[in-house]
């Protein structure tokens, strides 16, 4: 399933392999959905595949792992350095290679997603309070030689 809007052709591109494999059936894409149905969605999913060539943050990641849906991104999302090891995140350099392995992986695992795992740990990661800790932090490196 393809979610949301796009702006480099992928989703005719995936469609077209679709057709090529004689499987059109097995690919759904969806217009972007509101906020309150995304739960649904990466609750509902085997995985999260964000193959990004650029994503300053990727908050779409933060929010597949809250649902406890595993993620395979790339090492171009912003996020990715700081959730590499964290239970059912997969973080992988833009090659072939590496996502022919690392889909193939998480096609083996989807029945052993671990829901709760993957989302307790981004959760702690994320939470509100360790998000202030951390900008908190921030700012004192920033100030601390102004003082």
Request: proline residues 6%; hydrophobic residues 40%.
């Amino acid at each position: 399933m393809l979610v949301g809007f796009e702006d480099d052709g992928s989703g005719g591109f995936l469609r077209r392999k679709f057709e090529e494999m004689g499987r059109p059936d097995r690919l759904i894409i969806l217009p972007g959905v509101g906020t309150n149905e995304l739960p649904a969605i990466y609750s509902a999913a085997d995985g999260f595949v964000f193959p990004s060539r650029h994503e300053n943050f990727g908050n779409v990641a933060i929010e597949a792992m809250a649902c406890g849906c595993p993620v395979v991104m790339s090492d171009q999302v912003g996020v990715a350095d700081q959730v590499v090891g964290l239970p059912g995140v997969t973080v992988l350099p833009l090659n072939v290679k590496a996502w022919v392995a690392g889909l193939s992986g998480l096609m083996k695992r989807r029945d052993e997603k671990n829901n709760e795992l993957i989302r307790v740990g981004v959760v702690e990661k994320f939470s509100p309070s360790q998000v202030a800790t951390k900008m908190e932090e921030a700012y004192s490196r920033v100030l601390d030689p102004i003082r």
